[in-house]
């Protein structure tokens, strides 16, 4: 594990953007995997600048997103598609055709799981940004007793729906489950970058990354991947003193 400390989320920002064009300029057909969320909204905006600047293109690139609301549509405003489309996809070159994520309204879940899954083998993903829930929660892996190895539907945790119900209306309309990538096709991506800021992810931090390695606390469990930069503003590193 390396740890990249900056100085506050612009800079978080900027270091997740540099490595992922780094990815893209290197291999320009890589598949990008991808997350929601308030955290990596930074680090899309510094990639529509690097393609603005014509630093970047994204027509050969394929991405793949972590996880998606069940019951929600492409075209409902807190659907992770409309989330991608308007932070990123409509404002560079990529071929919407390459734009993957899981179909919330899929008739059969399940099966929209195992499609999903095979799916994410087929392409093979390069290089994965991940956020941190309040809970420890990456994609929708929410502490639990096992470790799930492939794509599945789960019921969201309340600590998720409260975090998440700043988003929705009110707290009612937020869905109730999700489909997510499971923690083993996480950790079959060749590189993973896990970007934390903020004072409020301190505590879950400090516990995600140096603390027992247990699903109880999902992202402790990425730890364990061979590839993985972690990028944390020194809000969020608030409680380490250790090795930085
Ligand atoms: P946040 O969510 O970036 O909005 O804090 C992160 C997550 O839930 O994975």
Known sequence: MRIISTKNYNEASARAADLIAAQILVKPDSVLGLATG????????????????????????????????????????????????????????????????????????DDECIRYEELAEDLGIDIQLLGIGLNGHVGFNEPSDFIENYTYKVELTQSTIEANKRFFKKAEDVPKEAITMGIGTIMRAKKLVLLITGENKAEILDQALFGPITPQVPASLIRMHPDLTVIADNPALKLVSKII
């Open 38 to 109: 308030s955290t990596p909204i930074g680090t899309y905006k510094e990639l529509v600048k690097k393609y603005n600047n014509s630093e970047l293109s994204f027509s050969e690139v394929s991405t793949i997103n972590l996880d998606e609301y069940v019951g929600l549509g492409h075209d409902d405003e807190q659907s992770y598609y409309h989330f991608m489309m308007e932070n990123l996809h409509n404002k560079t070159d990529i071929d919407k055709n390459n734009v993957y994520l899981p179909n919330g309204l899929a008739e059969n879940i």
